[in-house]
């Protein structure tokens, strides 16, 4: 291996492991900013590139033959593994149907999942619809690329979300708070469902290892009355707390807030000390939207996560992520309109050149 052919190999496996090195310093500074998960997804694309490169400079018969077969084994890997998450999502989405109701927010997962499985089968089933005429073909040519890479698009934004989400819950400094807030759930006739229990539970957790360490943390329990339940999630979660041997002075109940922005500012205004560390609690796959508006809010520290019923995850994640894109939704508009229009230029540009050599 000749060291000036390999040298920007080295320098890309260099830049690569600094990208990943930032994001992991980003994730404990501020880990609720989206940007360091798509960073970390280019870093590992940087790196994986660089090591491949290097090994293929490697004159080594045998291990030319493991990186071909490894290289193999990956796209198969990648092509089995679409179809395998798209027939998830789609077992999942009528499972969660199923048991939460039929809401447009329990469809998620199984519109993903039939949004994977018909878009690369799309061009098959025009292909039995039958000639399309230039002008038709090219037209859907150009709207298939557009969805095409509109859904690229949309895949890399949450594979940088969900890593996002996991390097937050991993590299959050861990603090000791003086507040603990537990945001709401809803209620079953006014009464704590097993999910605000895991949140609740959570809280006492937490709770109970500051008071260990002799601290007097505050429990703040938030959530108003909903227009289907006989009182505020505030004060059913305060009820419950005290059920579980906390003294009542160690609770101030938030029984005005209608959502999670809500949960946090109405909240913030019980604390008596704005620059106090506090730990919002919520269900795990809420942590990390939660931390972004937390910081909106104004309130300094961190998000931790209750465990949540594996079959209700995806979905919830799913409803997480479309919640993130909408609060950045001019920026990723943009971009999407950016994409649109270069795709409709070069499509109409290769059209009327095909109509000028015709011609």
């Known amino acids: 291996m000749q060291l000036a052919e390999s040298l920007p190999s080295f320098v890309s496996l260099l830049l690569g492991a600094g990208v990943l090195a930032y994001c992991v310093s980003g994730f404990r500074r501020a880990g609720y900013r989206l940007r360091y998960g798509m960073v970390a997804v280019v870093g590992a694309l940087m790196v994986l590139d660089a090591v491949s490169s290097l090994l293929a400079d490697v004159r080594w018969p045998w291990l030319s033959a493991v990186v071909s077969v490894a290289s193999l084994l990956t796209l198969l890997a990648i092509f089995v593994g679409y179809f395998v998450l798209a027939v998830f999502l789609l077992v999942n989405g009528v499972v969660l149907l199923r048991r939460e109701g039929r809401r447009i927010s329990n469809a998620l997962s199984l519109a993903a999942g039939l949004w994977m499985v018909a878009l690369p089968f799309a061009p098959f089933l025009v292909l039995l619809v039958g000639p399309l005429g230039d002008a038709g073909t090219v037209l859907f040519a150009a709207v298939f690329s557009a969805l095409l890479l509109g859904t690229a698009y949309l895949g890399f934004c949450f594979l940088g979300f969900l890593i996002s989400a996991v390097g937050y819950r991993r590299f959050s400094a861990r603090l000791h708070p003086r507040y603990i807030i537990v945001l709401g759930a809803g209620l079953v006739q006014g009464r704590v469902t097993p999910l605000l229990a895991g949140r609740i539970g959570r809280a006492l957790e937490l709770y109970r290892r500051e008071r260990a360490l002799g601290r007097e943390p505050v429990l703040i ?139």
Do not use: K
């Open 221 to 359: 329990p938030s959530g108003g009355r909903g227009p289907d339940e006989p009182r505020a999630e505030g004060e059913a979660m305060r009820e419950y707390m005290v059920e579980q041997g906390i003294p009542p002075e160690s609770i101030l109940v938030e029984d005005r807030a209608a959502t999670t922005s809500e949960n946090l500012r109405f909240s913030r205004e019980l604390i008596d000390a704005p620059e106090a560390e506090v730990s919002v609690v919520t269900s795990d796959y809420h942590v990390y939207r939660a931390a972004m508006l937390m910081r909106r809010e104004g309130l300094r520290g961190t998000v931790t996560g209750s465990r949540t019923a594996a079959y209700y995850v995806p979905s919830a994640f799913l409803r997480e992520f479309a919640a993130i894109m909408v609060m950045n939704r001019v920026a990723h508009l943009v971009v999407l309109g950016v994409m649109t229009l270069a795709v409709a230029g070069f499509f109409g540009l290769a059209y009327a050149a095909g109509v000028s050599a015709g011609g």
